[in-house]
């Protein structure tokens, strides 16, 4: 069972940059499609962005665009999202998800692995 460390959250101003990694068990990443959702309080899980097993293919939530970068290390069993002009609405706990063999990455059942989440809080 492959399991996910996240890490790089914290307390940033609007307008402030965070980057988060995720580490997964694994000796590669090679043969998954890695990405990243987030969940309010009081608000249902949502899509952040993901990255097939290349890194050539990305997807990202509308919200994020423009703002956010996914990259990865297969060799290193490592997934990153670059955050840049945060924003109050930002603010939740940040997963990473895995998923193997999969094209894309934007679903919640398609997830077959889950981290336990790390927390971005952007004030005003």
Known sequence: ???LVE???G????GGSLRLSCV???RTLSQYTMGWFRQAPGSEREFVSSIDWSGRN???GDSVKGRFSI?????AATIYLQMNNLRSDDTAVYY???APLVNQLT???QVRTWGRGTQVTVSS
């Not at 990259?71 to 060799?75: E, Q």
């Open 71 to 75: 990259s990865r290390d297969n060799a």
């Open 11 to 14: 307390l940033v101003q609007a």
């Open 58 to 60: 990305t997807q990202y």
């Open 24 to 26: 997964a068990s694994l």
């Open 96 to 98: 990473c998800a895995s």
């Open 7 to 9: 890490s790089g959250g």
């Open 107 to 109: 679903r919640i059942e």
């Open 1 to 3: 069972q492959v399991q």
